[in-house]
């Protein structure tokens, strides 16, 4: 099972304004309700602001991750931001994170893998 650190607490392990997330991002880390994932989640069901469904606090929904490795030239924690939330999110350590913090990683994992594919087709055309 997944460590959490929530904010407070990581606030007061680090002495700093960022929360400490101690577990990684999985290589394909898909959304419950998604294929490969675990079922329809609260979030998933409500509207985008919680309207009609009831309110649903979003930053409570946690999703487990885990992200790969840090190499010896790498940073060992990933730096995310969410509407002003931070999180130092660690490589190679598999942690609960808010569902914020969880689509930030999938979206930027899915846009490093677009760019890659981007890169590609254009050294085939050349």
Same mark, same amino acid.
């Given at each position: *099972?997944?460590?959490?650190?929530?904010?407070?607490?990581? %606030? !007061?392990?680090?002495?700093?304004?960022?929360?400490?997330?101690? !577990? $990684?991002?999985? =290589? &394909?880390?898909?959304?419950?309700?998604?294929?490969?994932?675990?079922? %329809?989640?609260?979030?998933?069901?409500? &509207? $985008?602001?919680?309207?009609? *469904?009831?309110?649903? =606090?979003?930053?409570?929904?946690?999703? /487990?991750?885990?992200? $790969? $490795?840090? !190499?010896?030239?790498?940073?060992? *924690? !990933?730096? @995310?931001?969410?509407?002003?939330?931070?999180?130092?999110?660690?490589?190679?350590?598999?942690? =609960?994170?808010?569902?914020? @913090?969880?689509?930030?990683?999938?979206?930027?994992?899915?846009?490093?893998?677009?760019?890659?594919?981007?890169?590609?087709?254009?050294?085939? %055309? /050349?």
């Amino acid at each position: *099972m997944a460590k959490t650190v929530n904010d407070t607490n990581a %606030q !007061q392990l680090r002495g700093e304004n960022s929360t400490l997330i101690s !577990q $990684p991002l999985a =290589d &394909s880390f898909p959304l419950k309700g998604e294929a490969g994932g675990e079922g %329809q989640s609260a979030a998933a069901t409500a &509207s $985008p602001r919680g309207e009609a *469904m009831g309110a649903v =606090d979003i930053w409570k929904e946690m999703r /487990t991750v885990l992200l $790969p $490795p840090a !190499q010896s030239n790498e940073e060992k *924690m !990933q730096f @995310v931001c969410v509407n002003g939330r931070r999180y130092q999110v660690p490589k190679g350590v598999e942690v =609960d994170v808010p569902l914020p @913090v969880y689509e930030a990683l999938r979206e930027a994992r899915r846009a490093t893998a677009a760019a890659a594919e981007y890169e590609r087709s254009v050294r085939a %055309q /050349t």
